[in-house]
Nanobody, 128 residues
């Protein structure tokens, strides 16, 4: 399997952006997929994760209600729609995938070294 994340950018506060991630080599029947971000000087954090075994999408509190994770299984694509962006959302964003049975929230807290596949990070900058 592999994950490739692309297409961040610069946006003003209150704006929107959609991140895309191509996930290959997995079946969506048994997979955990997540979006993570790392701001300067901070640890990488999981902000939105999906578990196929649980059938749940988890959102970290700071993005709940603003970010939406979705997928197009036919295209093997995963998306993160980010609305009402704030300057504190500025970070490098990564998608990640692993063929594992795990709760969605647990995947978002999973140690980076345990995750099988990471997409290329993309910079998202939100100006005030």
């Amino acid at each position: 399997g592999a994950a490739a994340g692309v297409w961040g950018g610069l946006v003003q506060s209150g704006g929107s952006l959609r991140l895309s991630c191509a996930v290959s080599g997995f079946t969506f029947d048994d997979i955990a997929i997540g979006w993570f971000r790392q701001a300067p000087g901070k640890e990488r954090e999981g902000i939105s994760c999906y578990s196929s075994s649980e059938g749940v999408t988890y959102y970290e509190d700071s993005v709940k209600g603003r970010f939406t994770m979705s997928s197009d299984n036919a295209k093997n694509m995963v998306y993160l729609q980010m609305n009402n962006l704030k300057p504190e959302d500025t970070a490098v964003y990564y998608c990640a995938a692993e063929g594992v049975i795990i709760r969605a929230a647990a995947f978002c807290r999973r140690s980076a070294g345990l995750v099988d596949y990471w997409g290329k990070g993309t910079q998202v900058t939100v100006s005030s």
